[in-house]
Nanobody
Framework: QVQFVESGGGSVQPGGSLRLSCVAS????????MGWYRQAPGKQRELVAV???????NYADSAKGRFTISRDNDKNTVYLQMNSLKPEDTAVYYC??????????????WGQGTQVSVSS
């Protein structure tokens, strides 16, 4: 089973930037579609961005123009560059394998996530 370790979260002011990283286990990373998801207190987990094994990308409307997802298959790592952060971006961010550009996540366990807090 694939395991995920997220990092890079923190506390920033509105308008700030963060770069999240997620390392996945195993030797098949390059074949996986990978997504970033987030869960705010009292809310359901939602898709932020997804990148397919072929490099195609899709973003939630809330992330378009501000966030960029990328991957480094040699490092088994997927990144999320977040710019122009807003208080409503505050959440725990997770990565996971995805079914495709729809961003629906596959079954399997989740990592511990990384907390992003945006406030003045």
């Amino acid at each position: 089973q694939v395991q995920f370790v997220e990092s890079g979260g923190g506390s920033v002011q509105p308008g700030g930037s963060l770069r999240l990283s997620c390392v996945a286990s195993g030797s098949l990373f390059s074949h996986y579609n990978m997504g970033w998801y987030r869960q705010a207190p009292g809310k359901q987990r939602e898709l932020v961005a997804v990148i397919t094994s072929g490099g195609n990308r899709n973003y939630a409307d809330s992330a378009k123009g501000r966030f960029t997802i990328s991957r480094d298959n040699d490092k088994n790592t997927v990144y999320l560059q977040m710019n122009s952060l807003k208080p409503e971006d505050t959440a725990v961010y997770y990565c996971h394998t995805a079914l495709g550009l729809s961003g629906h996540y596959t079954t399997g366990s989740w990592g511990q996530g990384t907390q992003v807090s945006v406030s003045s």
